[in-house]
């Protein structure tokens, strides 16, 4: 069974820092991976997905990395900004079927002004 | 398109009440997903809809928890009877899963408290 696991479960810094958040997995046998945030109160947007054949995507500031030997995806958000304060939360799709999706705990992100 | 639309966005019931919770998926979405998120579990899958058909409900915590989808457009979630350990935010979510590239796009969720 696929388990996903999210380090560290809360960060705090000042706004303009550059910070990673980690995302680990258990099966390396994925069919892709999702970064998603979410704001209080609100449901999930999806930001990046990195299918298993692709090593990282970028949108704007952002920047997820997969390694799917060592099961592990990053996260990087260049110039933090208090905007970018949130839950993230990582998702593994681990075969062909929609049932396969498999969510992290997330990370709560504070960046301060 | 206005995104999922889910409803209400707060539902507080009395145990052993019944709860209806409403989706309206992405128009186009053939794909449709109930979740249920809580701060001990996390995100769960609860159950998934193909083109209106129930693919998998093993994620369905009892025989308390129903759902429909009468239609491409709308789906429910039923609890009947409701219990406090019920509490939670439920979240549906809708794909289009053409290729693998597909997104999941949620709704805004539905708050429920069990009293």
């Known amino acids: 069974k696929q388990e996903v696991t999210q380090i560290p479960a809360a960060l705090s810094v000042p706004e303009g820092e550059n910070l990673v958040l980690n995302c680990s997995f258990t099966d390396s046998a994925i069919y892709n991976l999702q970064w998603f945030r979410q704001d209080p109160g609100k449901g999930l947007t999806s930001l990046l997905l990195i299918q298993s054949s692709q090593r990282e995507q970028t949108s704007g500031r952002l920047n997820a990395s997969l390694d799917k030997s060592s099961g592990r995806s990053t996260l990087y958000i260049a110039a933090s900004q208090p905007g970018d304060s949130a839950t993230y939360l990582c998702?593994?799709?681990?075969?062909?079927?929609?049932?396969?999706?498999?969510f992290g705990k997330g990370t709560h992100l504070i960046i301060q002004p | 398109d206005a995104g999922v639309i889910q409803s209400p966005r707060h539902e507080v019931t009395e145990m052993g009440q019944e709860v209806t919770l409403r989706c309206k998926p992405i128009?186009?979405?053939?794909?449709l997903f109930w979740y249920r998120q809580t701060m001990m579990r996390g995100l769960e899958l609860l159950i998934y809809?193909?083109?209106?058909?129930?693919?998998?409900d093993s994620g369905m915590p009892e025989d308390r928890f129903s759902a429909k989808m009468p239609n491409a457009s709308f789906s429910t979630l039923k609890i009947q009877p409701s219990e406090p350990r019920d509490s939670a935010v439920y979240f549906c979510?809708?794909?289009?899963?053409?290729?693998?590239?597909?997104?999941?796009?949620f709704g805004s969720g539905t708050q429920l408290s069990v009293l």
């Open positions: 998702a593994v799709h681990s075969g062909g079927g929609a049932d396969g999706l498999t």
């Open positions: 128009s186009g979405h053939d794909y």
């Open positions: 809809f193909n083109n209106n058909v129930p693919i998998d």
């Open positions: 979510a809708s794909s289009s899963l053409r290729g693998s590239n597909e997104k999941l796009f």
